[in-house]
């Protein structure tokens, strides 16, 4: 092949996120049903859940101008990563391919394959997106970027939205998936590659982090003070 040691095409990692991400919380909401019956006073308790679901909309409301989540994902795992922090803390936006890969595009074990052929020819990796800046994008004061790594960089379909958009006055954090590869200098690199914004250091996820670990780098961030 042209060098599978830094690609990540972990799909069973990839379905054992999903599987975490599909199956947590059942337990929780079911309980609270059970409570919600039993509660004597029924008009209090929808009372307090429209209430709370306004605040809720506001919270929400409130993130999404302040925090986006940028990503492109080859296989799911830098999906499934991104869904969590926007989850915790702003809007989504896929960085989509307008030509996508397929399964035999990302073959890196075959030297002919789309990857293999751009990963050797660096004027093939300007790849065009569907869409390049959200809506949204002015508004964020907070851009996460997440990408898979490939050769020990970040997928070259995040370059566009990288060189096309101004990051002037928005704290940029970098986030990537990979069975084995480390963040290494990709942050750095696309950084460079803006030349705008505050890049900070970043984070590597396994392919099948949990969706815990996630959060708690999230929290950790205090985007709040940002």
């Known amino acids: 092949g042209c060098g599978s040691q830094n690609q990540d095409h972990a799909a069973t990692a990839e379905s054992q996120t999903q599987d975490t991400a599909s199956g947590s919380g059942t337990a929780a909401q079911s309980e609270n ?3 919600k019956q039993t509660d004597g006073d029924r ?14 909309d506001n919270e929400n409301t409130e993130k999404s101008s302040k925090v986006l989540v940028a990503y492109y994902s ?15 803390a702003g809007e989504l936006f896929e960085l989509q391919p307008a030509e996508a890969y397929t399964t035999e595009d ?28 959200p809506e949204s994008f002015s ?26 958009n101004d990051f002037t006055g928005k704290t ?3 986030f990537c998936t990979s069975a084995s590869s480390s963040l290494g200098d990709s942050g750095e690199n696309l950084a460079e590659m803006a030349g705008t914004g505050e890049w900070q250091e970043g984070k590597r996820f396994s392919s099948g982090a949990a969706e815990e670990e996630i959060r708690n780098w999230v929290e950790s961030l205090d985007l709040s003070a940002k």
């Open 106 to 133: 990302l073959d890196y074990n075959d030297p002919e394959s789309r990857v293999c052929k751009e990963h050797e020819d660096p004027d093939l990796q300007d790849v065009k997106l569907e869409e390049v800046t």
């Open 74 to 88: 080859a296989t799911g795992n830098t999906k499934a990563a991104a869904e969590t922090i926007a989850d915790a």
């Open 172 to 174: 940029v954090i970098p």
């Open 139 to 164: 508004n964020a004061d907070v851009v996460f970027l997440g990408y898979p790594i490939w050769w020990g960089e970040a997928a070259w379909p995040v370059n566009e939205f990288v060189k096309e």
């Open 43 to 56: 008009t209090d308790t929808a009372e307090a859940d429209v209430t709370e679901e306004a605040l809720q």
């Open 33 to 35: 049903t059970d409570q």
